[in-house]
């Protein structure tokens, strides 16, 4: 059974290792799940480097994330079966298989697209807890945010497009305006100088309700000098590493709130009951093809150091994706 291990923190293309041990039998109750694929997240890269709001203790196998197909069960397990695809939401989730309590994976339903529902973790579940946990939005009200082009961004695209809530999309590169468009985007606009006026500029002075960042820096500072009274920004990463200097003219006359929002922090947090509904959620609208998410490269675990290496990568168009037992 191969699996990736890293034993230092820096960077992924140097400290990742892949690696062999012998299959593990299985204990009553437990399952036997070949791995189909595993993204590449930038907070996995981020906490292999040592530069995440957690440090992991090492040795760790990376991995979020991912999709599995139940290949064996034990004695005592009545809820999955052989063949059944399963949500890997355990983490160390990029290496052949994993064997655990049967209760440790999540039944997925025989409909959708593997790949798609190997992403349903983070990204979707991001993307619709900060549409719905922040502001009460309405149909025909505006929001902006940065990085309209990463995944949790075509997300929210596609989720607001769905309510009928109209987004201003801030890209760091030309040539993504028609992409993000046929998503459902309202405004794409390229990050820059003058990009409030820009913003005031193509929705008419409309009223902006929420910000949704997470790249930080002068683009923070544009949007929420773009908000209206009373409004919101949400923060919830840092891909330019650059503070921002925060506007305190806004913060103070304009009454804007500054909040932040991190998924462990919710899974700490949220009670059974709201994580079942969220999951419940993303996981039909995956499903049925409601919202997905663009794929760049697809790389197997022996070509680890080069599928790290394109996910760090600027330009790139879309997650990469680890596939030790392709569909």
Same mark, same amino acid.
Not at 29 to 56: D, F, N
Not at 98 to 118: K, M, N, R, Y
Not at 253 to 267: A, E, I, M, T, Y
């Given at each position: 059974?191969?699996?990736?291990?890293?034993?230092?923190?820096?960077?992924?293309?140097?400290?990742?290792?892949?690696?062999?041990?012998?299959?593990?039998?299985?204990?009553?109750?437990?399952?036997?799940?070949?791995?189909?694929?595993?993204?590449?997240?930038?907070?996995?890269?981020?906490?292999?480097?040592?530069?995440?709001?957690?440090?992991?203790?090492?040795?760790?196998?990376?991995?979020?994330?991912?999709?599995?197909?139940?290949?064996?069960?034990?004695?005592?397990?009545?809820?999955?079966?052989?063949?059944?695809?399963?949500?890997?939401?355990?983490?160390?989730?990029?290496?052949?298989?994993?064997?655990?309590?049967?209760?440790?994976?999540?039944?997925?339903?025989?409909?959708?697209?593997?790949?798609?529902?190997?992403?349903?973790?983070?990204?979707?579940?991001?993307?619709?807890?900060?549409?719905?946990?922040?502001?009460?939005?309405?149909?025909?009200?505006?929001?902006?945010?940065?990085?309209?082009?990463?995944?949790?961004?075509?997300?929210?695209?596609?989720?607001?497009?769905?309510?009928?809530?109209?987004?201003?999309?801030?890209?760091?590169?030309?040539?993504?305006? +028609? $992409?993000?468009? &046929?998503? /459902?985007?309202?405004?794409? =606009? @390229?990050?820059?100088? #003058?990009?409030?006026?820009? !913003?005031?500029?193509?929705?008419?002075?409309?009223?902006?309700?929420?910000?949704?960042?997470?790249?930080?820096?002068?683009?923070?500072?544009?949007?929420?000098?773009?908000?209206?009274?009373?409004?919101?920004?949400?923060?919830?990463?840092?891909?330019?590493?650059?503070?921002?200097?925060?506007?305190?003219?806004?913060?103070?006359?304009?009454?804007?709130?500054?909040?932040?929002?991190?998924?462990?922090?919710?899974?700490?947090?949220?009670?059974?009951? +709201? $994580?079942?509904? &969220?999951? /419940?959620?993303?996981?039909? =609208? @995956?499903?049925?093809? #409601?919202?997905?998410?663009? !794929?760049?490269?697809?790389?197997?675990?022996?070509?680890?150091?080069?599928?790290?290496?394109?996910?760090?990568?600027?330009?790139?168009?879309?997650?990469?994706?680890?596939?030790?037992?392709?569909?």
């Amino acid at each position: 059974m191969k699996y990736v291990e890293f034993t230092e923190l820096g960077n992924p293309a140097d400290v990742l290792v892949l690696k062999d041990a012998p299959e593990t039998s299985l204990s009553s109750g437990q399952v036997r799940v070949k791995v189909l694929a595993a993204p590449i997240h930038p907070a996995s890269l981020l906490q292999i480097a040592g530069q995440y709001g957690t440090i992991p203790d090492l040795p760790e196998i990376p991995g979020s994330e991912g999709i599995g197909r139940v290949s064996e069960v034990a004695e005592g397990v009545g809820q999955l079966k052989v063949g059944q695809r399963v949500m890997l939401a355990g983490g160390s989730t990029w290496q052949e298989e994993i064997v655990g309590p049967a209760d440790q994976f999540v039944p997925l339903p025989d409909v959708g697209d593997t790949e798609q529902l190997s992403m349903l973790t983070v990204n979707p579940l991001t993307a619709l807890l900060i549409l719905s946990s922040f502001v009460e939005l309405n149909e025909g009200d505006w929001i902006v945010q940065s990085a309209a082009n990463s995944a949790v961004g075509e997300y929210i695209i596609q989720l607001a497009k769905q309510r009928g809530i109209r987004t201003v999309n801030i890209v760091r590169r030309e040539g993504l305006a +028609d $992409k993000l468009k &046929a998503l /459902g985007a309202d405004v794409v =606009l @390229v990050d820059g100088p #003058d990009l409030e006026e820009r !913003i005031g500029d193509a929705i008419d002075g409309a009223q902006v309700a929420m910000a949704i960042d997470c790249v930080g820096g002068d683009v923070f500072v544009s949007m929420v000098e773009s908000l209206s009274f009373g409004a919101t920004i949400v923060s919830y990463g840092a891909l330019s590493k650059q503070p921002p200097s925060l506007p305190l003219i806004s913060v103070i006359f304009n009454d804007v709130r500054v909040r932040g929002f991190w998924l462990s922090k919710w899974f700490e947090t949220a009670s059974p009951e +709201d $994580k079942q509904a &969220a999951f /419940g959620q993303v996981i039909n =609208l @995956v499903a049925r093809g #409601d919202i997905a998410a663009e !794929i760049d490269s697809r790389f197997p675990l022996e070509e680890i150091k080069a599928a790290v290496t394109r996910a760090a990568e600027s330009g790139r168009d879309g997650k990469v994706l680890i596939v030790p037992n392709p569909a």
